[in-house]
């Protein structure tokens, strides 16, 4: 199965059924998706598919093939958000972190807190009580403003 | 630029943001095989046969024969009870009895083992088992006689259901053959814990080196029961000489491991009319589960903190572990006290209803001051910070004018009082010894302690503590993968300690490094003189007095102090309620990194509020019936309410630039002030989780 | 994952006609969005090894609101149908079920037709359906059925459905009246429905709901009992007498047949 994976195009030899999640860790060696539940409650493992959030625990790999798929690692280590969570403390045991930003990198630049809190209600996090997840969102924001 | 008092970058964050970071699940080793654990489907009798219903070709399978004739079949930690795999009798459902290892994970999860058993009736009610694990009693004055002065007496039952932790990281570990021994890495909250166990299971003399990886969360979760994982992956790699990775998946994390222990507490206060507090009776009994592990030192800790923050002449205070056939209860944040705290702050606003006192006015009058006696006896000093954080709340909520606006709406407000004790109980510390060390480098310092980053901000922390004893800059401070083989033992990474007891040795370790530099930077000195390295041993305050048998004395250190004011709003169809607005005051001593500080309290506050409202273990035949995330419900973002965090400085003389320990702090006070905001609404609930199905039962038996 | 993979097996037809001759020539079982097949793969408890992937179906996924009804492709995700300008405006009530399905995650896979082929009596987005009198279009290799969604279910998690159909489209008539949505989960986000509920307020007002018997149900002692003057309190008596909530992990049986009611109440109140 072939699909693009952070740009760059990739063929993978794993089962059709396979989890994209287990596919990106262990064939792929991308480690940065994380696995918190294995049924899609805590968002940990969500990838885009297309530019879109998903969790990766629920999607065949056959589902990928043709696709664009962005891991955290596609998103380099110099993206404002990645600067913004380690600045306000955003991560803190940086389990749930992959899944956060990437959900926060698909947020448009004109939601509200409440718009915030309402895109990452599907990724859990259970050291920071998501305080200081908004403050790294907010302030990501008004830096790109 | 100092670093302390400043929000420096953390250490591990940019690994975090960007995913490089390795966890456990993350590693690969050569030849490596895939564990599994094989666990009892009953609750209580003994195994009378196994059969293995797949072609064991290619597997390495391991019962308790197979501990090595140095070692013993038990998990050391306090009691000599547990083991790690079951020989005949089974305690408790999940319990292990049988480990595989493939190199093929779908072949492993395709073997079926049956056992068979012979069952015994299972104990689950603690109140009935008879069983005790651990009791302890406190006595200060004589309760009778203060009840017998007292004008009214006041009485009251108070429950806490189980609580998981729900680090998002499941517990793991790889063990790898080494030396002729074995190492193990794995998501651990206490390495030197883990070597103690794995002494006890291969003997004194095997070689045993544990280092941690990065943490995907702990909250007490990853401080006992990695050692039995860590165990089972020793025994399957000495007996296929392969490196063995055990990670849990979900719903094995949540039925086999540890939770917070299920609470009953019986008050009975007796009170004067002016509102003094003249006599206070507590019984406490915890579930403690199948076998000891840590739940004396939950009952202790609970017991201490019963009293709550109030000062009284006349205490008596009792508490039990009892035994049950469920599996073994253990650390969770707070360790006892949130129970206990829960209690007695919910009780008090009851006891204050009876005398038709304002909350406020009642806890004020009965505040410990300066000067006053916990129930242990321990006489307080100018680090007590009761009535502070008490007024900040009150005046930064407008928490009267906000209470008599609400009457009658559907939004309740309450608030809670609490305190929580740093370090380790009364002597404690002192058995302890931790120990810390610097060594230099090229560069700058490297720390090495064994206290562990499991997200709290361990590493930065240490680097600031570092940094400013030393006059030098925080970058210059590295911290040490912690490696039993590398770092000194500091203790467990648990209690509130971390930071007061661990960050006070380094700062003792860096200004004698400070004095032997001299006038040379650390690069100056390394460049000169090559290595140098510091090792200092913690130096308990020498006035605590402790008596473990009395159960009397300076019972901690120091304590922290908060005061939490819940607003809720319900929902009079649905019986849901939900926190719209909480206010957190704490003293904690003084933060040394404040944003990581406020994260402490907004998460344990998030954690008190699902501990509150949520998160509720349904058991059924001895285990977790809802043991997913599906329905073990943890806050989310639309759950947790806008927060208002005050830190109120005081700090604290034996503690590293005036700090006490916090990370505990946080979780004591959600519960009780929500159950108090319900209480404003008129309705009353002594329970916890208060789940819509306990508010409308409380609701419908008006 | 606990389940193995070896032994599964994957179809993947490229159009619906090569699906429907496969759903005809073997046992399959249909894939979309995934979101409760993989829950069942990964725990282990899923005893289909072969499956039949709908994903690169794309007729399957379009909403068609040009003509009187509404017709909602079987893969219309629940953010698409968020996002419909049509939907919004003619069916609200099913935005705000869509709008409370799993984190934004699990929307943006979830399916409508999924939601209907699973048939929970938990499942979100029925109760609008039973209330919307929708039509589910089944189509096999041979022919194409309509029928109606309150007939669709025979028990739990059992319907009418054959084992070579598949679901293409929820049809769905024009509502008149006002329209409602509650549901009621175990927390504020990501939760599974201990109740649900849908109404639709006019002459002849609906009500259906999840959570309250083996299959989502319409209420029609209640509805007829609200049509009459006055009918609040006569329909809280038919109520009781047309739900049979149980105690399960998520709740109890009592609080359940409590809160059906005061949302029946509020249903009325809300849409007066």
Request: charged share 25%.
């Amino acid at each position: 199965m072939r699909f693009t994976l952070n740009g760059a195009a990739t063929e993978v030899a794993a089962h059709p059924m396979s989890r994209l999640l287990d596919v990106l860790r262990e064939e792929c060696n991308l480690t940065g998706t994380k696995e918190g539940c294995g049924e899609g409650e805590c968002g940990a493992c969500t990838v885009l598919i297309d530019g879109v959030p998903v969790v990766s625990c629920l999607v065949p790999v056959a589902q990928a093939e043709g696709h664009e798929v962005t891991t955290i690692e596609g998103l380099g280590d110099d993206h404002p958000l990645q600067h913004h969570f380690m600045n306000e403390a955003g991560a803190q045991c940086g389990i749930c972190t992959p899944g956060m930003v990437l959900v926060a990198s698909t947020i448009p630049a004109d939601a509200s807190l409440d718009d915030i809190r309402v895109a990452l209600a599907g990724n859990l996090c259970r050291c920071t009580g998501y305080e200081a997840i908004y403050r790294a969102i907010m302030k990501a924001r008004e830096a790109t403003a | 630029m100092p670093a302390v008092g400043t929000s420096v970058v953390r250490k591990d964050g940019i690994g975090k943001a960007t995913g490089r970071t390795k966890y456990a699940d993350d590693l690969v080793f050569p030849d490596m095989l895939h564990g599994r654990t094989i666990r009892s489907t009953i609750a209580r009798g003994r195994v009378t046969g196994i059969r293995y219903d797949f072609d064991t070709t290619g597997f390495t399978i391991v019962d308790w024969r197979d501990i090595p004739a140095a070692g013993r079949n038990v998990v050391a930690l306090l009691e000599d009870d547990q083991p790690y795999l079951v020989e005949q009798e089974v305690l408790h459902l999940a319990e292990p009895i049988v480990l595989l290892a493939h190199a093929d994970r779908e072949t492993l999860n395709a073997a079926t083992v049956v056992i068979e058993y012979e069952r015994e009736e299972p104990l689950f009610d603690p109140e009935t088992s008879g069983i005790i694990l651990k009791s302890l009693g406190i006595d200060k004055g004589n309760v009778e006689a203060g009840m017998l002065e007292a004008d009214v007496i006041v009485e009251g039952t108070y429950r806490t259901g189980h609580q998981e932790h729900v680090y998002i990281e499941p517990n793991g570990v790889i063990a790898v053959p080494e030396e002729g021994g074995i190492a193990i890495h794995g998501s651990i909250q206490c390495p030197f814990y883990v070597e103690k166990a794995l002494k006890s299971l291969m003997g004194d003399d095997a070689y045993i080196r544990v280092v941690q990886t990065e943490t995907g969360g702990g909250f007490g979760g990853k401080e006992e029961y990695p050692s039995m994982i860590s165990g089972h992956a020793t025994l399957l790699a000495l007996k296929s000489g392969h490196p063995v990775k055990i990670i849990y998946d979900r719903t094995e994390d949540m039925v086999a491991t540890t939770k917070r222990h299920p609470s009953i507490v019986r008050h009975r206060t007796g009170v004067m009319k002016d509102g003094r507090i003249v006599a206070m009776d507590v019984d406490i009994v915890i579930d403690g589960g199948a076998y000891v592990t840590l739940s004396p030192v939950v009952i202790s800790r609970g017991g201490i903190h019963a009293a709550g923050p109030y000062r009284c002449d006349n205490t008596r205070i009792r508490g039990r572990a009892m035994f049950t056939n469920t599996p073994p209860n253990g650390a969770f944040r707070g360790f006892g006290a949130p129970q206990t705290l829960f209690a007695v702050e919910a009780h008090i606003d009851r006891v204050a209803e009876a005398l038709e006192m304002d909350p406020v006015d009642f806890r004020e009058l009965n505040a410990l001051r300066p000067g006053d006696t916990t129930a242990t006896g321990q006489i307080l000093t100018g680090d007590c910070s009761a009535l502070d954080v008490l007024r900040e709340a009150v005046r930064r909520t407008d928490f009267r004018a906000r209470r008599e606006a609400l009457r009658g709406t559907n939004r309740g407000i309450g608030l809670a009082l609490f305190y929580h004790g740093a370090g380790f109980t009364g002597s404690g510390e002192l058995r302890l010894a931790s120990k810390a060390k610097l060594a230099l480098t090229p560069t700058g310092v490297r720390i090495l302690v064994s206290s562990t980053e499991i997200g709290q901000g361990t590493r930065t922390m240490h680097a600031q503590i570092v940094a400013d004893s030393m006059g030098i800059p925080y970058e210059d401070v590295e911290v040490a993968q912690p490696d039993t083989k590398k770092v000194p033992d500091s203790g467990p990474t648990v209690a509130s300690r971390t930071c007061m007891v661990v960050g006070r040795i380094l700062q003792r370790c860096a200004t004698e490094m400070r004095e032997r530099l001299g006038n040379l930077t650390p690069a100056e000195y390394f460049a000169r003189h090559g290595a140098l390295e510091v090792l200092k041993e913690h130096e308990p305050p020498a006035w605590i007095q402790w008596n473990d048998d009395t159960y009397s004395g300076d019972a901690y250190a120091t304590y922290a102090w908060g005061c939490d004011v819940a607003e809720v709003e319900i929902d009079r169809d649905t019986y849901e309620v939900r926190p719209v607005k909480f206010t957190a005051v704490q003293e904690f001593g003084k933060a040394i990194h404040p944003a990581l500080a406020k994260g402490q309290i907004e998460g344990g506050t998030a954690q008190g509020l699902g501990f509150a409202l949520l998160e509720r273990v349904v058991m059924r035949d001895g285990g977790m019936a809802n043991a997913s995330l599906t329905n073990y419900t943890i806050p989310t973002t639309l759950d947790t309410p806008e927060m208002d965090i005050v830190i109120l400085d005081n700090p604290y003389e034996d503690g590293p630039f005036g700090a006490k320990g916090l990370g505990e702090l946080p979780i004591d006070g959600p519960a009780p002030a929500v159950i108090n905001a319900i209480r404003h609404l008129a309705i009353d609930v002594r329970e916890i989780p208060a789940t819509p199905e306990i508010v409308y039962a409380a609701c419908a038996s008006r | 994952m606990r389940s193995a993979l070896t032994p599964l097996e994957l179809r993947r037809p490229a159009s619906v006609d090569e699906a429907l001759r496969m759903m005809r020539d073997e046992a399959l079982q249909p894939i979309a969005g995934c979101t409760d097949v993989y829950v069942g793969l990964n725990f282990g408890t899923l005893a289909t090894q072969r499956f039949i992937d709908l994903d690169r179906l794309d007729a399957l996924r379009t909403i068609d609101a040009s003509g009187d009804t509404l017709s909602i492709g079987a893969l219309a995700t629940y953010t698409s149908i968020m996002e419909h300008a049509a939907v919004r405006e003619r069916l609200p009530m099913l935005v705000s079920a869509a709008s409370q399905i799993g984190g934004l995650q699990i929307q943006n896979r979830g399916t409508l037709g999924g939601n209907v082929a699973n048939g929970s009596p938990a499942g979100d987005a029925l109760p609008v359906l039973a209330v919307a009198e929708a039509t589910i279009v089944l189509r096999s290799a041979e022919a194409e059925r309509r029928v109606p969604f309150t007939t669709f279910y025979t028990g739990y998690r059992a319907s009418v459905m054959r084992p070579d159909e598949l679901i293409v489209a929820l049809e769905i008539p024009r509502v008149h009246g006002r329209q409602w949505f509650r549901k009621v989960g175990t927390r504020a986000a990501q939760a599974i429905s201990k109740l649900v509920a849908a109404g639709v307020r006019n002459d002849a007002p609906r009500i259906a709901m999840g959570s309250v018997a083996a299959t989502t149900v319409r209420l029609p002692r209640t509805e007829a009992a609200l049509a009459t003057p006055d009918g609040l309190d006569a329909a809280l008596i038919a109520l009781r007498e047309e739900i049979s909530p149980i105690d399960d992990i998520r709740s109890t049986g009592d609080y359940r047949r409590d809160v059906a009611a005061n949302l029946v109440r509020r249903f009325w109140t809300d849409t007066a």
